[in-house]
């Protein structure tokens, strides 16, 4: 899949450099003070887009604390919407049609990439031929967004179109304090709901089967029926450039115990055997004493649909790989971090408050940009910092463990860009490839020679 276009990973020696290579003073020290501010209750949670700029990003729990911040603020609700739904799509960005005044309506999600007439991986995770059906035989949707500041620099720039793209400056860089974001949404009703987790209206494409050189295929048709559904928001990818970080911080948050997680000792390895289950506690993602074997199947080529119900015949059982997406999981300086404020947002966050019922899976980012060294070109992947491991389990459920794609720089890199379809030309490296959202903006406003 050619948005993957990572070199081999070397697990061990992204470990490595996570344990030795990074001294920060206060992982040391005394942890135990990272906690969410509650001062973000009283006096209102601050704009992560200043405190990105801001904030001298010396320690993890520097890094945790604006991601909490970013996610916070991103899901605080503004008349009945959540803020981060009111920001731009894909499309007003090409359109340049984003209007800030304009409330925005009952959004429509995507089955990924919103192409239509495309085989089943157009209902796939990214980077997979896999799709992840919730314990209700429910596909999960998609939705994306960057914020207004971001909008007005990929505009102003003419980096929302191919061609704009083509003729940026390969040392371009985003704006710190830029976000984007990218949603995932569960199908919910009166029999079937995601504890703590956002819910609203949407619209949904209705799927179908189709036959493929008489192979029964799962598609979203090329004119879809649009239907009205519940939603809720089980996963969500918060993506910000901070202060010295070109390459951004890539962190993802859920709803709290949305996936078993697998335990592993210090490499990395699970403790437990395939046929042992790996808890005996269901989620909306995962049947109680389900195997270690069965987590994170595809269930291609056996799974089909009912057309008329829409409801798929095999659930995905989502298993989470690593704990705070990291090797050494909570026990680390990374972990101990994500965990005390995920602690912390129980009993800090307000009852009521949209974000209580998530936490954070983790985060990753890579070493200071210092003047000189070029990130450019690069996959990252002998630099990565925080949680080196990174996936989030309703996400990137069937990628987890494979060494070349289990963390968001694996498929988020400033390498060369080369689109799927061979017709359309590779796009020059930059950082501005790291974002899938510009990616998709290139390939989709390509014009043929
Ligand atoms: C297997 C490849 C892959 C991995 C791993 C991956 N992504 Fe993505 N990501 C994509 C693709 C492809 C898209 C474009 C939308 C789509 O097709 O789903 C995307 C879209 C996004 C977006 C929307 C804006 C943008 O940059 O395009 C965000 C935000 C994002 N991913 C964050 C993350 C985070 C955080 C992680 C790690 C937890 C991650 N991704 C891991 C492939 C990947």
């Known amino acids: 899949m050619s948005f993957c276009q ?44 200043d405190t990105a700029v801001s904030t001298n990003f010396n320690s993890f729990c520097k890094f945790h604390t604006w991601v909490w911040n970013a996610f916070l603020w ?48 157009s209902v796939a995770q990214a980077g997979t031929d896999g799709l992840l059906v919730a314990q209700n035989m429910r596909g999960v949707y998609y939705s994306q967004y960057i914020t207004p500041k971001m909008y007005d620099q990929v505009t102003g720039l003419d980096w929302n179109n191919a061609e704009g793209l083509t003729n940026a400056p390969s040392d371009a860089t985003f704006n710190f304090g830029n976000i984007e974001y990218k949603a995932a949404w569960a199908v919910v009703d009166d029999s079937f709901s995601v504890p703590g987790a956002y819910t609203r209206p949407a619209m949904i494409p209705e799927l179908a089967t189709v036959e493929v050189n008489g192979v029964p295929t799962i598609v979203v048709p090329a004119d879809p029926t649009y239907v009205q559904v519940e939603v809720a928001l089980i996963g969500l990818h918060v993506v910000g450039w901070i202060n010295k970080h070109s390459e951004a911080i890539w962190a993802s948050f859920s709803p709290i115990d949305i996936a078993p997680i697998v335990p592993t000792d210090d490499n990395g390895n699970p403790t437990i055997e395939p046929n042992d289950p790996v808890s005996t506690t269901g989620t909306p993602f995962y049947t109680a004493n389900t ?50 404020l995920n602690d912390s947002a129980l009993t800090v966050i307000p009852d009521g408050n949209i974000g209580k019922g998530y936490s954070e899976i983790g985060a990753v980012w890579s070493t200071a940009d210092k003047t000189g060294v070029s990130k450019v070109n690069s ?17 990137e459920t069937f990628t987890q463990t494979q060494a070349s794609q289990h963390n968001c720089f694996s498929c988020h890199n400033s390498l060369q860009y080369q689109p799927s379809n061979p017709t359309i030309k590779p796009l020059h490296a930059s950082m501005l490839n790291l974002s899938h959202f510009l990616m998709q903006i290139y390939e989709d406003t390509y014009q043929q020679e």
């Open 6 to 49: 990572s070199l081999t990973t070397f697990r061990v020696v992204a470990a490595l450099f996570a344990l030795t290579a990074l001294s920060l003073p206060s992982n040391t020290a005394s942890a135990a003070d990272c906690t969410i501010p509650s001062s973000w209750f009283t006096d209102g949670i601050p704009d992560p887009q």
């Open 379 to 395: 996959t990252f992947q002998d630099a990565l910092v925080g949680s080196n491991v990174l996936s989030n389990p309703v996400i």
């Open 74 to 121: 991103s899901m605080e609700e503004q008349d009945g919407v959540v803020r981060f739904e009111t920001f731009p799509t894909q499309q007003q960005t090409i359109d340049e049609s984003f209007d800030p005044v304009l409330a925005p309506g009952i959004p429509t999600l995507e089955l990924r990439a919103a192409k239509d007439d495309h085989a089943i991986d």
């Open 291 to 340: 195997t270690l074997a069965d987590c994170n199947q595809t269930n291609l080529p056996i799974q089909r649909l009912n057309d008329t119900t829409q409801e798929f015949r095999i659930a995905t059982q989502a298993c989470q790989f690593y704990a705070a997406g990291t090797i050494g999981g909570f026990s680390t300086g990374n972990g101990k971090a994500i965990q005390q």
